[in-house]
């Protein structure tokens, strides 16, 4: 072997062996490294706890979504007459005005509250719960959350979950959660009267007592509520109106809120037929219908001093029954300038000026939570509330604004003028509509809770639940009784549903002529409480009475020339039959 070739071959070995030496080296280094840098950015990646969106282990604090609590204290603070009214000092809620005339759908007065605005109304999308159990959705015909119903002073404080929470108490729960904790455990007694007023009426009386008692393993707890809110009036403020042009907008005052009343006749307005006949006409019937405002252009106001007084001594008590026993307006002088024009609206009026605002209301309500802790395991505990309100309140009816064709046969069809005139007129003046309507609610709750071995524990208890409303509304006429009254030969009516088949029919013999065209100075005027509202009501030949008396709990009526039983004779019924919904 060549020494210098086996000299070479050492020291390529030697040089690779210490390359390989040295790449082992900077590798393990790399690694040692590499683990260093691990080791410190391992605790910024391991999370130190792990946090619990949703549980359903019970009795688990709620972790994730606030809880937002409302205590007596902010009852107080707030001055809240209701549980629902407290909810409008949380964003989240919207709660509709209440016992207002601007919701109609309202019938009961409830407050509504809607969380989110989720609930449709006919699908709650938010969950009532008292301690803890479901509480039914409320209304007529509606499903809506309304815990105005429940008495102020059995409440502790009220929980609120204002995020959906569907995984742990279903479909009804996802705006949220409303969950109102009765007071327990009160010891002591406590008595609390109120009072407040606001423009136009709705001063409200309120007084509640509460009373407990504890022991040792047991106590009670017993709460009354009662208030009284008077109604407001519809002229409490001239903004509540149909009236826009003061802002610039359309005067939307229904033609037909008029009394006395506003004459249409064919042939005037610009249109040889008016678009329709006697109807009230205009020019753009789509955007400024002649039915609203000031917008007919064949209509005449009938003036002041028109007509004359019910001649009760005429056909035994019928008044006149032929145009020349009847004081009547002359053509002539009734289609004038001077009642045409703006002029025709002189007798319209603010038909919520009639009308209530706000209901009058009346509330008394109950509470009790009581517990007994029977032996060291086992212990009894129940609950119950009933509340009751009751409202009364006028409605703005256009039921009650008519426009009515007049044949030529009624007496008092004026001289000279063209068949079949419209005379449109408001007999809410007469007849207002009236609505009493109550809405009550109770649940009765009874149950024990057991602690078992091992930390286990038991739960069982029974409920019932009851949640009712009701609403009758009186004084809305019958336009076919009015139409007969008039002198008109009503048709058969088919019998549809539930309701019979109705034969023709004319005014009876014995009942005097409706008069629409005699001119009346307009009163608007109202009682302290519209459960005596001294409404006037329409004698069919011609004159006005006050109400007087009462028989059977319903007002009576005498015209002017009531004489004893015989004037029982002269009225035909014009007001429709009452309209009872539960």
């Known amino acids: 072997m060549n020494p210098n070739t086996s000299k070479l071959a050492t020291l390529l070995g030697s040089a690779s062996f210490f390359t390989l030496a040295a790449s082992l080296a900077a590798n393990a280094q790399n690694q040692q490294v590499a683990q260093a840098q691990m080791a410190q950015a391992g605790p910024e990646e391991i999370p130190e706890q792990v946090l619990i969106t949703g549980s359903l282990i019970r009795g688990t604090a ?6 937002t609590n409302l205590s007596v204290q902010d ?9 629902s009214d407290l909810f409008r000092t949380v964003p989240q809620f919207n709660v509709i005005p209440g016992p207002v005339g601007t919701q109609a759908a309202n019938v009961e007065r ?8 989720l609930d449709t109304g006919s699908a709650p999308r938010s969950l009532l719960m008292i301690d803890g159990v479901r509480y039914p959705p409320q209304g007529n015909g509606l499903c809506q959350i309304d815990p105005s119903i429940i008495p102020n002073v059995a409440v502790d404080r009220i929980d609120l979950l204002l995020d959906g929470a569907s995984a ?16 327990r455990g009160y010891d002591g007694a406590q008595t609390e009267i109120g009072f407040k007023t606001g423009k136009g009426g709705n001063t409200q009386y309120l007084a509640s007592q509460l009373w407990g008692r504890t022991w040792d393993g047991g106590d009670i707890t017993l709460g009354y509520q009662w208030y009284d809110v008077q109604p407001t009036y519809g002229n409490f403020n001239s903004m509540y109106s149909f009236d826009f042009s003061p802002w610039g907008l359309d005067n939307r005052t229904p033609l037909a809120s008029a009394n006395p009343g506003i004459i249409s006749v ?12 006697n109807a009230p006409f205009s020019l753009d019937g789509t955007n400024y219908p002649a039915t609203n405002g000031h917008n007919c252009l064949n209509c005449f106001g009938i003036p002041a001093g028109s007509g004359g007084n019910f001649n009760s001594a005429l056909n035994s008590g019928l008044g006149p029954l032929t145009g020349a026993q009847a004081n009547r307006l002359t053509w002539a002088t009734l289609a004038t300038a001077a009642n045409g024009g703006t002029n025709a609206f002189a007798n319209q009026f603010n038909p919520y000026s009639i009308t209530t605002y706000s209901a009058g209301a009346q509330y008394n309500g109950s509470s009790i939570t009581v517990d007994q802790r029977l032996t060291k395991d086992i212990q009894f505990y129940g609950e119950g509330f009933y509340g009751n309100r009751r409202s009364q309140f006028i409605n703005n009816s256009t039921g009650n604004q008519l426009t009515l064709a007049v044949p030529t046969i009624n007496p008092y069809f004026p001289i000279g003028a063209p068949t079949g005139i419209r005379v449109s007129y408001s007999f809410s003046i007469e007849s207002p509509s009236f609505t009493q309507a109550f809405a009550t609610g109770q649940r009765y709750l009874l149950g024990f809770n057991i602690d078992l071995p091992a930390e286990w524990a038991a739960q069982t208890f029974y409920s019932q639940t009851r949640d009712a409303e009701f609403n009758h509304v009186t004084g809305v006429v019958n336009r076919a009784a009015v139409s007969a009254a008039l002198g008109w030969t009503m048709p058969a009516t088919p019998a549809s549903g539930t309701a019979p088949t109705i034969g023709t029919f004319t005014k009876p013999g014995t009942v005097p002529y409706l008069n629409l065209f005699r001119y009346r100075p307009l ?7 519209p459960r005596l509202h001294p409404g006037l009501q329409r004698d069919v030949g011609g004159d006005v009475g006050q109400r007087e008396g009462n028989q059977g709990g319903r007002p009576t009526v005498r015209p002017a020339g009531w004489n004893g039983a015989r004037g029982h004779r002269r009225h035909i019924h014009l007001v429709s039959l009452p309209d009872p919904k539960q």
């Open 110 to 117: 409830g407050t509504r509250v809607n969380l989110r605005q």
């Open 75 to 83: 009852i107080r603070m707030t001055g809240s007459l209701t549980t």
């Open 168 to 183: 742990t108490y279903g479909s009804d729960a996802i705006g949220g959660v409303i969950n109102i904790i009765l007071k």
């Open 62 to 67: 709620a972790v994730g979504v606030p809880v």
């Open 523 to 529: 009163q608007l005027q109202l009682a302290a409480d």
């Open 266 to 277: 064919q042939g005037v307005g610009g249109a040889a037929n008016n678009g329709g006949g």
